[in-house]
């Protein structure tokens, strides 16, 4: 039988981590600029094209962060900023014009083209909103040109998804049906899922932000309501509703308590009747459960602190210590965005440091000092901190692995305990 899904009252004693003063730190950060977001946003958008417009430093990151797949002709390049073009920046839109061009004509399987603003492009003030805006008077009706920005000066690693869908809001078209639109980029197998259970509730019509391709971008206005995947949407998240459309508040779907909450909320704004929702989850919900208690029993009593990285900090401390016995110290996110956390908030007990942007060596202080069982910190840090005997998750694979829904709850849970174990493991190797 399964319990009813609810939030739960507030906690007795104390209030929730949506009352904790946050922590605001500035200074040196250790994260990704919003390029990163290039790399799972051109696997989702089938015909898209994103055109970095940056320097050597910006290809060498996305050469880096590709890996293997720089090899697989990827839709994505850097258009790289020559000395000449930044003496004189009416060169700069010539042959930015020149390159799209000739890019276009090679690759006449593009729909949507991104001009992608980095630091370098920033600083110097090229226009590529002008530049897009031009570009698509000249291709269109073929190809759309959409700018956003990726620099780092104004963007943190995940926010770079953020910054494309926002770019595409204005210009979906209109419509006044009543549709759900589900936005950001998951795996195609974990959206199939979403949409399988909300389809077996009755709810339709179902759009996906990003559309896989141009021909199916999803209409948007005020009978549109839209529930985000992700945490760190919020820019996007206010374009639509700029645009008229409502959004569905929810703790997000990690493991089987968020999953239920957010297929809940949007089951309340359908009118899905109790009987229903349990009979579509009922199964789903007791193979998740079953998932993460064998996944979870090395996280049980075990301490956790979170380094900002990518937005999901909040959603999945809640997830680590109300479903796998974890204890956050501190969680910390590059931003914090109550409208989209607020509900993950509400469910974790005032406790943990909750922290928003970065001064590292202080932060790395805390965690020097706190000693946590496990640490979730970026890549540039990890090995460090396990050369001083702390065991650390590397945070960028829970943004590449297939993470949300019922079905990848246990693998979620699994992510975190992988590390804690490996340790034990290697400790008794080195005793016997
Ligand atoms: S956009 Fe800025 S932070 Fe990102 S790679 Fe280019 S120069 Fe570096």
């Known amino acids: 039988m399964n319990t009813p899904a609810s939030i739960p009252p507030p906690f007795k004693n104390g209030g ?9 730190e500035r200074g040196q950060r250790e994260v990704f600029c919003g390029l990163t977001g ?3 946003l051109h696997r989702k958008m089938q015909d898209a094209f994103f055109l970095v417009i940056g320097s050597r430093t910006c290809a060498h990151l996305l050469q880096s962060a590709a ?14 900023l020559e000395e000449t073009d930044l003496a004189g920046m009416a060169d700069a839109h010539e042959e930015l014009d020149r390159e799209v061009a000739r890019l276009l004509s090679r690759r006449p399987d593009i729909k949507q083209l991104f001009l992608v603003g980095s630091c370098p492009s920033e600083v110097i003030k090229l226009d590529l909103t002008r530049a897009a805006e031009r570009l698509t008077v000249e291709h269109a009706p073929h190809v759309r040109v959409l700018n956003y920005s990726g620099s780092g000066i104004e963007t943190t690693f995940t926010q770079g998804e953020d910054a494309c869908l926002a770019s595409m809001v204005p210009v979906l078209p209109s419509t006044d049906q009543r549709e759900l639109m589900l936005v950001g980029a998951l795996p195609d197998v974990v959206e199939d899922q979403a949409v399988s259970l909300l389809t077996q509730m009755g709810i339709g019509p179902i759009r996906v932000l990003p559309a896989p391709r141009a021909s199916d971008t999803p209409g948007v206005g005020p009978n549109t309501v839209f529930a985000c995947l992700q945490p760190f949407l919020g820019d996007t998240a206010a374009a639509l509703t700029r645009r008229g459309a409502t959004m569905i508040s929810a703790p997000f779907p990690f493991g089987e308590e968020g999953t239920t909450l957010w297929l809940r909320a949007i089951a309340d704004e359908f009118g899905v009747d109790d009987e229903t929702f349990d009979r579509v989850t009922a199964a789903p919900r007791a193979r998740a459960r079953k998932a993460i208690a064998n996944a979870s ?16 900090e909040i959603p999945l401390a809640r997830f680590l210590t109300r479903e796998c016995g974890m204890e956050a110290i501190e969680i910390g996110q590059p931003f914090i965005h109550k409208g989209l956390v607020g509900p993950d908030l509400d469910l974790m007990p005032a406790g943990p440091t909750i922290s928003e942007g970065q001064d590292v060596d202080k932060q790395l202080d805390r965690v020097r000092a ?15 901190l396990e050369a001083e005997g702390l065991t650390t998750k590397w945070a960028i694979e829970l943004v590449f692995t297939p993470v949300h829904f019922y079905e990848q709850a246990g693998d979620l849970a699994g992510l975190f305990s992988r590390p804690i174990r490996r340790r034990a493991l290697l400790k008794l190797e080195a005793a016997e």
């Open 38 to 40: 290039i790399i799972w």
């Open 67 to 80: 890996g293997v797949m720089i090899f697989a002709e990827p839709r994505f390049g850097t258009a790289i």
């Open 16 to 24: 929730t981590c949506r009352d904790t003063p946050v922590l605001k």
């Open 370 to 384: 706190a000693r946590p069982d496990l640490t979730v910190c970026g890549l540039g840090l990890a090995n460090p």
């Open 297 to 312: 029993a090395a996280l049980q009593g075990k301490t956790i602190f979170f380094m900002p990285d990518s937005q999901l």
